[in-house]
């Protein structure tokens, strides 16, 4: 069955033509029984449109198509915790200008079809609908001359900082289901850390899908949408910050000797392997106790760090990223 259950689309050629050809699979020859069956699930999964397809888009579509060619995942069509999903398996990109349009077909090279301009006929193509423009733009693109009528009965999952869930839905049709979605860019190596928000109207096949989709590149996490802000700060913008921090810890390096690039890898590994750890359960304050040694260079460094008041300045960086994130949302109304 196609992810989204209630779509109209299930009237479409597609469908109907899978449905007839499903209906005399069984008075058919071994060989042409696969064929049909093989072509029935071609024709069933579900188009996936990046409607604003930039940083974040690309991000997202070429983590999930690296997930789709990974042959090693245990079972690619399963989340997390066993539900099936019915994968996407054709994927579209919409932007708006020519310098962008030259980029993704370079980048895709054909495993994405790239539309300049069309965003009503792309969506209408779609089932799952991934909305990835600034938050400024997306009232105009969603309330554009026949994209309510494309929209009818699509998931629209949006990523979009600070606008609402009630603000995407006053802008789409009552059959479109909409999601929230806060992810990162690691999404593009598939290590990213995505915060999910589902309107209570999400079925379980739709709730299923999104986390699939996002747990194929990286974490998901379901939180209250009163989260969705401080998510964004935290994990959205978070690469930003997490760079900053090593960017700074290389400077010290490259200040006491160390090249550019030897103090990078360090900085990085070194972050990557603490970040593991705390991801497997062990206790930030912890792990810095088991460093320290008494009188030792860790201590030291240590106290540097708290007379440059380093956690109340990251403590408030997160405070300050949500605030902002809030007010993004009222910007998008406008
Ligand atoms: N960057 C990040 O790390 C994160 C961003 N986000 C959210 O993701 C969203 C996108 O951010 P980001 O990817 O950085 O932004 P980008 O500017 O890189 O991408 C926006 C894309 O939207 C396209 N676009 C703009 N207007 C239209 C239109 N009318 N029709 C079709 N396409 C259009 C642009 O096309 P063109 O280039 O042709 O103008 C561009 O491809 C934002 O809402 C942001 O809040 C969320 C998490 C992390
Ligand atoms: O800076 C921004 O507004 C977006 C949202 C999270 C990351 N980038």
Redesign the pocket.
């Known amino acids: 069955m196609p992810a989204v259950q209630h779509s109209p689309r299930r009237n479409d050629f597609r469908y109907r033509t899978a449905y007839v050809v499903q209906s005399i699979t069984p008075f058919l020859p071994v060989p042409i029984f696969f064929l049909i069956r093989f072509f029935i699930m071609v024709a069933e999964a579900p188009t996936l449109c990046a409607?604003?397809?930039?940083?974040?888009?690309?991000?997202i579509l070429s983590g999930i198509l690296d997930s789709l060619k990974d042959t090693t995942s245990a079972d690619g069509a399963s989340t997390p915790d066993g539900h099936k999903v019915n994968k996407p398996a054709r994927f579209l990109a919409?932007?708006?200008?020519d310098?962008?349009?030259q980029k993704l077909e370079d980048l895709f090279e054909g495993e994405v079809a790239c539309m300049?301009?069309k965003?009503v006929e792309a969506v209408k193509q779609s089932d799952i609908i991934l909305?990835?423009?600034?938050?400024q733009?997306?009232k105009?693109?969603l309330t554009?001359s026949g994209m309510r009528e494309a929209l009818e009965g699509k998931l629209l999952i949006?990523?979009?900082?600070?606008?609402t869930l009630s603000q995407l839905r006053s802008w789409c049709p009552e059959s479109t289901h909409v999601v929230r979605a806060?992810?990162?860019?690691p999404c593009k190596i598939r290590q990213g850390m995505t915060v999910l928000v589902c309107e209570e109207e999400i079925t379980s096949d739709e709730r299923s899908l999104v986390q699939w989709m996002f747990s194929q590149i990286g974490r998901a996490m379901f939180l209250e949408e009163k989260n969705i802000d401080a998510a964004?700060a935290l994990c959205?913008?978070g690469?930003?910050f997490a760079a900053v921090f090593m960017e700074a810890l290389a400077d010290g390096g490259v200040m006491m000797g160390l090249t550019r690039a030897a103090a990078l890898e360090l900085a990085a590994q070194t972050c990557q392997g603490t970040a593991r750890m705390i991801l497997d359960g062990q206790h930030p304050a912890l792990i810095k106790d088991a460093v320290s040694t008494p009188g030792g260079c860790t201590i030291s460094g240590l106290l540097a760090l708290e007379d440059g008041k380093i956690r109340s300045t990251v403590a408030r960086t997160i405070q300050d990223a949500t605030e902002r994130a809030t007010a993004?949302g009222k910007l998008s109304s406008k």
């Not at 919409?94 to 200008?97: G, Y």
């Not at 909305?131 to 938050?135: A, E, R, V, W």
């Not at 806060?182 to 860019?185: C, H, K, R, V």
């Open positions: 409607l604003g397809c930039g940083t974040m888009g690309i991000a919409c932007i708006r200008s310098k962008s349009l300049k301009n965003n909305l990835g423009s600034k938050p733009m997306c105009e693109i554009a949006s990523i979009l900082a600070g606008t806060m992810p990162n860019t964004t959205g913008s690469p930003a993004l």
